[in-house]
């Protein structure tokens, strides 16, 4: 190690969970870096010998953000070991209330978590510093207070569908255990036409179809001085300042994206989409793109407080044995390593956009690469993909009132199965055997288990690891470039990491 390189530990606060990032620097710039999943909880082991049911109840509850996106995890599986597909308002209500989710944390944590580092004291001599504290200060800035005022609104459409937010539990197999009012569903269309109106209007500064037509960098810089209302809004603000401080060059990763697509279409239903799901699966490596085959995924502990396994397993196979030994044998982090085909991949908003070949962030992807900028930039626009659609199935729910909501007879029989959906921060998946009617196994990888995961047995970084080196530290006290990096894909550790069963 050179006389000027040196290693610092980073605790990250305002993530769901304990995460600690320890990097070394050099010259001013990250070198190399390693992530730690400090805390360990997760469910598997607690799962183990339950009913076959029992995980709609429990595995929403691993997180109070995502917690409709871990119960359609579960849901799925169970439809596929009883060999049911839910009818088509079962599928739309299913949908709905996980788009609400969707559409709240995607502004909340755009302005919540990531943007309220422009308002850090290590920004003052940016051009739009005394602006971004008035936006963004926490607890009292404008825009934080009004994006936690108008989100919590869209959540009383989950309560209204699912009985309550978070941990509900009303999608059973085969689809769902009840289905709302006429006079609920019209409230619901009602919140969601609101959130939309709130959504152009504050978020964007213009409507989402005017949004949807910037197709190219060009195009962006051209809807930027289109007019004020849209540079001042929180997607222009988020241009603005992120350009000034140089987030569009740094958090580049490896340029590696996993979908595992999301959002079935009804048989009958006036929503488009290039695929049977709104949201389309795929694995894209740079600018090639791949059919997703869940065959290929698998994970490795040999960096991770586990139980050393013979190699990478797929998780049908996969064991959640802790084993925590300090850092003997390269040990650092309760978060396994998964991989797809052996490679590291980077799931989330970002990835979504890129394997739907949307054209402005092929262009991105085509230019200058992938950035944390361009990764915020996706998260914060999401919801335009998302709310046409709500609205779509709020109201062919309404004109069907009364159709099935389930098929089949409820029950599990023995087998295997796996629900695979997209969650807020990406790819999320549950793996599930069923033996004599118990839950015989169950493992979950979650969208910060694939984007926040140590070194693999090749010594391969995570996807948010190799995305930290090259990112310029100011001050190795206030490393506020290294957090919006991390902060870019969302970190959530308490669904990444992993819990102990005691023996007694």
Same mark, same amino acid.
């Given at each position: 190690?050179?006389?000027?390189?040196?290693?610092?530990?980073?605790?990250?606060?305002?993530?769901?969970?304990?995460?600690?990032?320890?990097?070394?620097?050099?010259?001013?710039?990250?070198?190399?870096?390693?992530?730690?999943?400090?805390?360990?909880?997760?469910?598997?082991?607690?799962?183990?010998?339950?009913?076959?049911?029992?995980?709609?109840?429990?595995?929403?509850?691993?997180?109070?953000?995502?917690?409709?996106?871990?119960?359609?995890?579960?849901?799925?599986?169970?439809?596929?070991?009883?060999?049911?597909?839910?009818?088509?308002?079962?599928?739309?209500?299913?949908?709905? %209330?996980?788009? =609400?989710?969707?559409?709240?944390?995607?502004?909340?944590?755009?302005?919540?978590?990531?943007?309220?580092?422009?308002?850090?004291?290590?920004?003052?001599?940016?051009?739009? !510093?005394?602006?971004?504290?008035?936006?963004?200060?926490?607890?009292?800035?404008?825009?934080? +207070?009004?994006?936690?005022?108008?989100?919590?609104?869209?959540?009383?459409?989950?309560?209204? +569908?699912?009985?309550?937010?978070?941990?509900?539990?009303?999608?059973?197999?085969?689809?769902?255990?009840?289905?709302?009012?006429?006079?609920?569903?019209?409230?619901?269309?009602?919140?969601?036409?609101?959130?939309?109106?709130?959504?152009?209007?504050?978020?964007?500064?213009?409507?989402?179809?005017?949004?949807?037509? &910037? #197709?190219?960098?060009? =195009?962006?810089?051209?809807?930027?001085?289109?007019?004020?209302?849209?540079?001042?809004?929180?997607?222009?603000?988020?241009?603005?300042?992120?350009?000034?401080?140089?987030?569009?060059?740094?958090?580049?990763?490896?340029?590696?994206?996993?979908?595992?697509?999301?959002? #079935?279409?009804?048989?009958?239903?006036?929503?488009?989409?290039?695929?049977?799901?709104? &949201?389309?699966?795929?694995?894209?490596?740079?600018?090639?793109?791949?059919?997703? #085959?869940?065959?290929?995924?698998?994970?490795?502990?040999?960096?991770?407080?586990?139980?050393?396994?013979?190699?990478?397993?797929?998780?049908?196979?996969?064991?959640?044995?802790?084993?925590?030994?300090?850092?003997?044998?390269?040990?650092?982090?309760?978060?396994?390593?998964?991989?797809? @085909?052996?490679?590291?991949?980077?799931?989330?908003?970002? %990835?979504? %956009? &890129?394997? #739907?070949?949307?054209?402005? !962030?092929?262009? !991105?992807?085509?230019?200058?690469?992938?950035?944390?900028?361009?990764?915020?930039?996706?998260?914060?626009?999401?919801?335009?993909?998302?709310?046409?659609?709500?609205?779509?199935?709020?109201?062919?729910?309404?004109?069907?009132?009364?159709?099935? +909501?389930?098929?089949? @007879?409820?029950? &599990?029989?023995?087998?295997?199965?796996?629900?695979?959906?997209?969650?807020?921060?990406?790819?999320?998946?549950?793996?599930?055997?069923?033996?004599?009617?118990?839950?015989?196994?169950?493992?979950?990888?979650?969208?910060? %288990?694939?984007?926040?995961?140590?070194?693999?047995?090749?010594?391969?970084?995570?996807?948010?690891?190799?995305?930290?080196?090259?990112?310029?530290?100011?001050?190795?006290?206030?490393?506020?470039?290294?957090?919006?990096?991390?902060?870019?894909?969302?970190?959530?550790?308490?669904?990444?990491?992993?819990?102990?069963?005691?023996?007694?």
């Amino acid at each position: 190690m050179s006389p000027t390189r040196k290693i610092v530990d980073i605790p990250f606060n305002r993530v769901e969970g304990d995460l600690e990032v320890r990097v070394e620097h050099d010259d001013g710039a990250i070198t190399d870096a390693w992530s730690a999943g400090t805390l360990y909880r997760g469910f598997e082991n607690l799962m183990i010998g339950r009913g076959a049911l029992d995980g709609l109840v429990m595995t929403p509850r691993i997180c109070g953000i995502c917690s409709t996106t871990h119960l359609m995890a579960a849901a799925r599986a169970l439809d596929a070991i009883a060999g049911v597909t839910p009818p088509d308002n079962a599928i739309r209500l299913r949908n709905i %209330a996980l788009m =609400a989710e969707h559409v709240q944390s995607d502004v909340r944590q755009s302005v919540l978590m990531f943007m309220a580092d422009f308002a850090n004291p290590a920004h003052q001599r940016h051009s739009l !510093f005394e602006q971004a504290q008035q936006r963004y200060t926490t607890m009292g800035g404008s825009s934080f +207070i009004d994006v936690i005022r108008e989100t919590k609104k869209i959540l009383e459409v989950v309560a209204m +569908i699912g009985g309550q937010w978070p941990h509900s539990s009303y999608m059973v197999p085969g689809g769902i255990a009840f289905e709302p009012s006429q006079a609920h569903l019209l409230q619901c269309l009602q919140i969601v036409r609101s959130y939309r109106q709130w959504y152009e209007r504050r978020i964007l500064g213009c409507s989402i179809e005017r949004w949807l037509a &910037v #197709d190219s960098r060009a =195009a962006l810089d051209v809807w930027l001085d289109e007019n004020s209302t849209q540079r001042e809004s929180e997607v222009g603000f988020l241009l603005r300042f992120g350009r000034e401080l140089g987030l569009d060059a740094i958090g580049r990763g490896n340029e590696a994206f996993l979908s595992y697509g999301s959002l #079935d279409l009804p048989a009958d239903t006036d929503a488009v989409a290039s695929t049977r799901q709104l &949201v389309a699966a795929g694995v894209v490596r740079r600018t090639t793109a791949e059919t997703f #085959d869940a065959a290929k995924i698998a994970e490795d502990v040999s960096h991770a407080w586990y139980k050393k396994a013979l190699g990478a397993l797929h998780p049908f196979n996969g064991e959640t044995q802790p084993y925590a030994t300090g850092r003997e044998g390269g040990a650092y982090s309760w978060i396994k390593a998964p991989r797809y @085909d052996g490679s590291v991949v980077e799931t989330g908003p970002l %990835a979504e %956009a &890129v394997i #739907d070949r949307r054209p402005l !962030f092929l262009d !991105f992807l085509a230019g200058p690469g992938a950035s944390a900028l361009t990764r915020q930039l996706a998260r914060l626009t999401r919801p335009t993909t998302l709310l046409a659609a709500m609205e779509t199935w709020l109201v062919e729910c309404i004109a069907t009132h009364g159709a099935t +909501i389930i098929a089949g @007879d409820g029950q &599990v029989p023995d087998g295997q199965g796996f629900g695979l959906t997209e969650a807020a921060r990406g790819a999320l998946g549950h793996w599930v055997s069923i033996e004599n009617g118990k839950i015989a196994r169950y493992q979950i990888i979650t969208p910060t %288990a694939w984007n926040g995961s140590p070194r693999d047995e090749g010594g391969v970084r995570g996807a948010w690891e190799e995305a930290l080196v090259g990112t310029p530290i100011a001050d190795p006290d206030n490393p506020v470039e290294a957090g919006y990096v991390i902060r870019s894909f969302d970190p959530c550790l308490v669904c990444a990491v992993h819990t102990v069963k005691r023996n007694h």
